[in-house]
């Protein structure tokens, strides 16, 4: 809560670089707090290279603002909802609004990112694999956190429908393996993974959440 506070206090004085900085040291974190780094995050245009080095909780669903979900304490809703591009006529599901701003033209540059990153929090990476060439050229220009997750994707796969290699992350998600090989308890890997790959989404897909 006192995060979540400090947070909306930055982004209410149009400061989001202090907002994301907002325990970034912490492993505690809710939803709520989750959604307020979506936002800022995307603000800064770091998102998609930067989520998963936050601890991140909740789902898709709770990237926006809603009844019964996670919700603003003193920054504005309608602010979030402008920066996607419109604020929806009823309470709708994430993914809903993010799909009607595509399909109307009202999406905000940003649009895209909650998306890809909204599929990449649900672990969905075949969506993920499946939409990203609508936004992206697939190449090593790509965002940090979407490389991960299609080096993840095209390991994971036997038919993916996207295939991404590079030889440096393809070495190190290899690494990331072997070091799993050499621990037979789950408790034991996630520690000795940990100080590696933890703020990778490698490390997110496996254990966080």
């Keep these: 809560m006192h995060y979540r506070m400090k947070a909306e206090v930055c982004l209410t004085e149009d400061d989001p670089k202090g907002a994301t900085a907002v325990g970034r040291r912490s492993h ?9 780094r979506f936002f800022a995050l995307a603000r800064e245009g770091r998102l998609a290279d930067e989520l998963f080095k936050y601890p991140v909780c909740g789902t898709s669903g709770d990237m926006i603002p ?6 603003c304490l003193l920054y504005p809703a ?10 929806p006529a009823r309470p709708m599901a994430a993914r809903l609004y ?9 999406a905000s540059d940003a649009v895209k990112d909650y ?3 909204g599929y ?12 990203l060439p609508s936004f992206y050229e697939i190449s090593d220009k790509l965002p940090l956190h979407y490389r991960e997750a299609l ?9 993916p429908v996207v295939v991404y290699h590079n030889d440096v992350m393809d070495t190190d998600y290899e690494d990331l393996q072997r070091l799993e090989r050499m621990h037979n308890q789950r408790e034991a890997r996630k520690n000795a993974v940990h100080s590696q790959y933890a703020g990778t989404y490698w490390w997110y897909y496996e254990y966080g959440g």
């Design 66 to 71: 809603l009844p019964g979900g996670a919700e």
């Design 120 to 131: 990449l929090v649900d672990r969905d990476i075949d969506a993920f694999a499946k939409a």
């Design 151 to 159: 080096t993840l994707y095209t390991h994971l796969r036997a038919n």
């Design 98 to 106: 993010l799909h009607a701003l595509l399909r109307t033209g009202l």
């Design 28 to 36: 505690e974190a809710d939803a709520g707090l989750t959604m307020l």
């Design 115 to 117: 998306l890809l990153c």
């Design 78 to 87: 309608d602010s979030i909802y402008k920066f996607l591009g419109a604020k």
